[in-house]
């Protein structure tokens, strides 16, 4: 099994562990990067997944939609919605976290991984 897709695996499942842990017990604190749509979620996660550090991550998002779109947020919120979803052939796992502080929904994407190659073809 390929490295990325080992890590991408283990990410995934981190990540739902984490986001069941967090909507079991209500709002916890919370120190993260968050962007404003889904979208530009998933452009953080690539831009990530892509080797990029965080805070050029960041940047590289921003610049690309031409505002400060993406960017750390820290206070007490909830999972509202969580969901999958596949970007040009690599599933994404979504959630949107919704803060107590001003109401405000923020975005996470974690990469998990790529079809191509994977076996996923019909048939297969």
């Not at 998933?42 to 960041?58: V, Y």
């Not at 191509?116 to 048939?123: D, K, N, P, W, Y």
């Amino acid at each position: 099994m390929p490295i990325k897709l080992t890590f991408a695996a283990l990410a995934s499942v981190l990540l739902v562990s984490q986001v069941a842990a967090q909507s079991s017990i209500g709002p916890r604190k919370i120190n993260a990067v968050l962007c404003e749509t889904e979208t530009q979620a998933i452009a953080f996660a690539s831009s990530k997944a892509a080797g990029q550090t965080e805070p050029i991550a960041i940047d590289r998002v921003n610049k690309a939609f031409g505002s400060e779109v993406c960017g750390r947020y820290i206070g007490h919120a909830v999972v509202e919605v969580e969901k999958t979803a596949n970007d040009r052939g690599t599933l994404f796992m979504l959630a949107g976290l919704r803060f107590a502080e001003d109401g405000r929904i923020g975005w996470t994407a974690s990469w998990v991984s790529p079809f191509s190659g994977a076996g996923l073809e019909r048939g297969t």
